[in-house]
């Protein structure tokens, strides 16, 4: 029986496939995963926090008994930095009800909020799929390539992190000017390394595995064994380190914002809200402690998630 | 071990002068032209040039970094464009209250945060753990300046009338001065020398100052108004020191090892302070001086919410006001101390843990 060198090389490829499927068990791999997630007390709460988030920010609109940026003087009966009033808690029901308060501008801090969840969760995706997608390409070349190309996009990686990052990310957006998009850029530069690094480590360690070496006696191209041999199989660190940095980045960019350096007014984003009513800590302290708290939530919801994630990953990890 | 010590610190030389230059790029590429943002008003054609030529703004650019490096490698960074004075000396008067502060919320960090991970490795998967892993996972994702303000909001106005009142901004109350550790003892100092300038430095560490010359009035002045940005500070690194504390030592407590110390008939006690505890403490060890970058970070922001005026703060005002010597000063020093600092953890881990040098 005679097989053409096509549907030679195509049955070793499968083989190739399978086996990798056999010593590193993808399979099952995901399902077992999800099974071990689900039975985490943190990763669970997180996922809830997070789903809870993102259903917040797409019926904002219906959630919000304001616009963000209506200004209320003149429509109720109501005056600036109003305390909250809540009817259940006893507030007299002929006042108005603003749950949180009101700010320095009569505008309703809750309806503010609520808009602000889908600035933050926007801003964390971007950031992250920026410096993922980046990230991750230079570490994958500078694994794949070693020598001097590895040399030199290590160092620059290296003097990255030389910086300490807040720092950084406020010298980058002095250079592009405030703003919540120039923010995003810089924090996604100055996270970059981290992908870089993993994804490198990732690819040094697949490439010496036997399914790769026969990829390449077969003659398959540099670019398709990166793409189809190294990355799918060194995805799962990277995707545990994303969903850490969703938090890292909102925290980073709300500590811009609170610089003056990120979103700017009458944006409803948390962190401008506190900084805009720093000030006025000790007279109206709701001011500050709801959209600290809106922070705070979010950034812990990613967090428990990522943590849940890579323990259900990994199961070697942290028992 | 010292062909390792060799090839790590070689390897630090290149990142040093990297950020030389990406600070000095960086701060170049600021828009709007440094001598708009300090004469403001009076910036006319005529008067441009003659600032750009006082501050050695006119030549080309690799001539201006080449000026540059050398006089970072000489410790000349400079005068302050808008202050009128050389960079060095903010350093002298604005570092000390930096460090004071990063290195107060490290102890804090290590002082609660090991303990606490201690606790929880030991009471695994009891309520205690989780308690603590609970604070923990809420410490990381707190904001530095969202808590700074609500401690300033408790402490300063919540208990003022209770003993536990806490100041919230400031370094030192009014009429509190402290003495320098020289002019106490009565040195004779060279005004303008190196030494002079050195002891300066020292002296402005108030707390360490009043410690050490025992102006207790000071001491506990400077203590309190440290306690609040300290504590905001700390927070972060203090909960990922408890999480890696936990996670390390459980993972040595399933080690053989701690099975054969047990079987010998050792003591709980033994075990854990004996066996286990030295070997955790590699990874927490590393954690720590990891934390140094986000605590130089974070003082950034705690000094604004603080009213502190230290290098966070300064460096910040110095970006929007475009005051390129003060930015390139205090960012290269502030990236030279986290390169040092990475490179002694680097240093002590390979001592600590003789596979690392063989790699």
């Known amino acids: ?319 | 071990m010292i062909s390792y010590i060799t090839r790590r610190t070689l390897l630090a030389i290149p990142v040093l002068i990297g950020i030389v230059i990406v600070v000095f790029l960086l701060v170049r590429a600021i828009p709007g032209e440094p001598c708009t943002a300090i004469l403001g008003e009076q910036a006319t054609e005529a008067a441009c040039e003659r600032f750009n030529e006082a501050n050695g703004l006119n030549e080309s650019l690799p001539v201006q970094l080449a000026v540059y490096i050398k006089n970072v490698f000489t410790f000349n960074l400079g005068d302050s464009i808008s202050f009128s004075r050389p960079v060095t000396q903010m350093l002298i008067e604005r570092l000390p209250l930096t460090t004071e502060l990063a290195l107060s919320a490290l102890f804090i960090a290590v002082l609660v945060g090991v303990p606490l991970g201690i606790v929880a490795a030991r009471r695994h998967n009891s309520i205690v753990d989780t308690a603590t892993m609970a604070f923990a996972n809420v410490g990381v994702s707190m904001p530095v300046f969202w808590l700074g303000l609500m401690l300033a909001y408790l402490f300063a106005l919540v208990l003022r009338d209770t003993p536990f009142v806490l100041p919230p901004s400031g370094r030192l109350s009014p009429g509190v001065f402290p003495m320098a550790y020289y002019d106490v003892w009565g040195w004779e100092l060279t005004q303008g020398s190196t030494w002079a300038k050195f002891n300066e430095y020292l002296g402005n560490h108030f707390i360490l100052n009043s410690l050490i010359t025992g102006q207790w009035e000071v001491f506990w002045d400077a203590v309190k108004h440290m306690i609040l940005p300290a504590v905001a500070l700390a927070t972060i690194p203090l909960s990922i020191i408890a999480r890696i504390t936990r996670s390390s030592l459980l993972e040595v407590m399933g080690k053989d090892y701690i099975r054969t110390a047990r079987a010998k008939g050792a003591t709980e006690g033994t075990v854990v302070r004996g066996h286990a505890l030295r070997n955790s403490m590699l990874a927490v060890v590393t954690i720590i001086g990891l934390q140094l970058g986000a605590l130089l970070g974070g003082a950034i922001l705690t000094e604004t919410v603080f009213n502190l005026a230290g290098v966070g703060r300064s460096l910040f005002e110095a970006i929007t006001a475009r005051d390129y010597a003060v930015v390139q000063g205090f960012t290269v020093v502030i990236a030279g101390i986290y390169v040092v600092v990475n490179l002694l953890v680097d240093l002590s881990y390979a001592y600590l843990d003789p596979r690392i040098r063989l790699e």
């Open chain 1, 1 to 319: 029986m005679t097989v053409s060198r096509k549907k030679a090389i195509e049955l070793l490829e499968n083989e190739a496939g399978d086996i990798t499927r056999l010593f590193e068990k993808p399979t099952g791999q995901w399902r077992l995963a999800l099974r071990r997630f689900r039975g985490r007390r943190s990763g669970m709460t997180g996922l809830f926090i997070v789903v809870g988030l993102i259903l917040v920010a797409l019926f904002a609109p219906i959630i919000a008994p304001y616009e963000p940026n209506e200004i209320l003087i003149g429509v109720e009966d109501v005056t600036r930095r109003d305390p909250p009033c809540i009817h259940l808690l006893g507030c007299p029901e002929e006042t108005p009800q603003h749950i949180m308060g009101l700010d320095g501008n009569v505008r309703d801090v809750f309806s503010r909020i609520v808009y602000g969840s889908r600035v933050s969760l926007t801003l964390g995706f971007f950031t992250v799929t920026l410096a993922l997608v980046v990230g991750s390409t230079i570490g994958a070349i500078s694994g794949y390539a070693g020598g001097w190309l590895d040399n030199i996009l290590m160092r620059i990686m290296d003097v990255i992190l030389g910086f300490p990052s807040l720092l950084l990310a406020i010298a980058i957006v002095a250079v592009l000017g405030p703003g919540l998009r120039n923010a995003l850029l810089a924090i996604a530069i100055v996270t970059l390394p981290g992908y870089a690094r993993v994804m490198r480590a990732q690819v040094l360690a697949i490439k010496e595995n036997d399914y790769v070496t026969a990829s390449r006696a077969l003659g398959s191209s540099t670019r398709s064994i990166l793409l189809k041999r190294i990355i799918p199989n060194s995805l799962t660190p990277l995707v545990v380190l994303a969903t850490l940095g969703v938090a890292t980045a909102i925290l980073e960019a709300a500590g811009l914002s609170f610089l003056g350096l990120g979103a700017q007014p009458p944006a409803a984003e948390w962190g401008s809200m506190l900084a805009r009513e720093r000030n006025q800590v000790f007279t109206s302290p709701h001011l500050v402690f709801f959209p600290g708290i809106a922070i705070m939530l979010t950034v812990l919801g990613f967090n428990l998630m990522g943590d849940g994630m890579r323990d259900a990953l990994d199961p070697t990890l942290n028992r």
